[in-house]
């Protein structure tokens, strides 16, 4: 069965973990060297577990009503020996493990795209803290970058970063020359619009469909470029930071020159360029394609698939599947309990980040198994991913056998109904205190 798959494989990578636990020890000579109460195994799994209750509540929900439970207090103290490597490292081993490589017309598609994530007040931290306005409370403030799988519905990689020192494009980049997969087709939004993010995606051998500004500020407004409100051009720019008189010449031709200034980041042309130096040109190539998605509006996005094999009504179906990522953004949060962090410490709360994301993609491998008999209903149906979550989390407690699994999950069915889109809500959000917590 899968869920026993997904179980062992989760258990073998937190064993792989403990038995290197050296590696992610503050301490390394002195904690989780004895016995105790509460082992490093024993501490991560808990973590894994949390929801969004108490730390009190956490703590007798996963060890059991006991009269010698540790106090909470005792397990701050141990997670504190922990680094919250430990845990990036965890969600590398299970993610390893379980991957698929499942394709779409022969490509990994993933999507790029990134969240805040609001904690509690810290003034102490400079980097992720923000003084508030009138309307909202003072807060901190983390960023995490995601690279999420389309097809397995899971994350493959993942970058946290304090707010204030974030870099969307730069944690991209980590990403990309990171990965080991192999002909991808990368889906991003506005914020990787980035000359130095396409060289990357090329130089990996990749393909990318961003999405781009249709006003001042964007690649495409660099180029000449139909005035309509439908097209597909082809550009060859020819990148250079050399600004003589000569390529001053050259660069009046927008759509095959194109200076890039030493205070942008471009990591395949020399930083500067004196008089004498000779000319140094990075090729860079791709479509820039306009399509309307309603009556009333367009999106521009970049590409360097061929035109041929997706034309521009199959970029738009594509583009559209990059919406995965928000919906698990979403689930992220509020079904899996990501806003309800039980530390105002950064290196606790990076710990339950990773946590979640590992708990995050055992879930959906489980409920990605379940087959669901359609009987001639109006809508097609999925699992109901906020029940399968609970029953994944007492599974993996093994406080549900595995034959009953598929079939909890399998009553727990909820229609897919495409096509729906609500206005987004903007509104001032604050930290949940640690004062309110679900029971």
């Not at 980040?353 to 708990?359: C, E, K, Q, S, V």
């Not at 029953?391 to 034959?403: A, N």
Request: charged share 25%; hydrophobic share 40%.
């Amino acid at each position: 069965m899968k869920s026993q798959k997904a179980k062992a494989l989760l258990q073998g990578a937190i064993q792989d973990l403990t038995d290197c636990k050296c590696f992610f020890s503050h301490n390394p000579q002195a904690d989780f060297s004895r016995k105790r109460k509460l082992s490093f195994e024993q501490m991560v799994q808990a973590i894994l577990c949390m929801r969004g209750g108490s730390l009190a509540n956490e703590m007798m929900d996963y060890f059991g009503i006991q009269e010698d439970l540790a106090t909470t207090s005792a397990f701050v103290q141990r997670r504190s020996k922990i680094l919250p490597e430990a845990f990036e490292c965890l969600f590398d081993l299970f993610t390893e493990k379980t991957d698929e490589d499942k394709r779409y017309e022969g490509m990994r598609l993933l999507a790029a795209d990134g969240s805040d994530f609001l904690l509690a007040a810290n003034p102490d931290d400079p980097d992720s803290f923000f003084p508030g306005t009138e309307e909202q409370k003072s807060y901190n403030l983390l960023h995490l970058n995601a690279l999420y799988d389309l097809t397995q519905h899971i994350y493959v990689d993942a970058i946290l970063q304090k707010r204030r020192k974030s870099d969307e494009c730069g944690a991209l980049v980590s990403m990309i020359d990171r990965s080991r997969l192999n002909r991808v087709l990368l889906l991003a939004d506005r914020g990787y619009e980035s000359f130095n993010v396409l060289a990357h995606i090329q130089e990996k051998g990749w393909t990318f469909l961003i999405r781009v500004k249709d006003g001042v500020g964007g690649i495409a407004c660099g180029l000449d470029l139909p005035d309509a409100v439908e097209f597909d051009v082809p550009i060859s720019l020819n990148l250079t930071v050399k600004q003589t008189n000569e390529m001053k010449a050259l660069l009046k031709d927008k759509n095959h020159f194109k200076y890039i200034s030493s205070s942008a980041r471009f990591d395949f042309l020399p930083r500067h360029s004196r008089k004498h130096d000779p000319v140094v040109f990075y090729n860079l190539s791709f479509r820039v394609v306009r399509f309307p998605i309603s009556d009333t509006s367009f999106e521009t996005v970049l590409t360097n698939l061929d035109a041929s094999s997706f034309p521009p009504v199959r970029l738009k179906e594509l583009y559209a599947m990059r919406w995965g990522i928000e919906t698990s953004f979403r689930e992220l949060k509020h079904t899996i309990g990501l806003q309800h962090f039980h530390a105002k410490k950064v290196e606790f709360v990076h710990q339950e980040i990773f946590a979640r994301l590992t708990m995050y993609n055992f879930y959906e491998l489980i409920t990605q198994s379940v087959v669901i008999q359609q009987n001639g209903r109006m809508h097609a149906y999925k699992v109901n991913f906020s029940a399968a979550v609970h029953v994944c989390r007492q599974f993996f407690l093994g406080d549900i056998p595995p034959p009953l699994v598929e079939a909890l999950l399998a009553k727990h069915i909820s229609p897919i109904r495409p096509g729906r889109s609500r206005p987004r809500k903007l509104k001032p959000k604050q930290a949940l205190s640690f004062l309110y917590r679900v029971a």
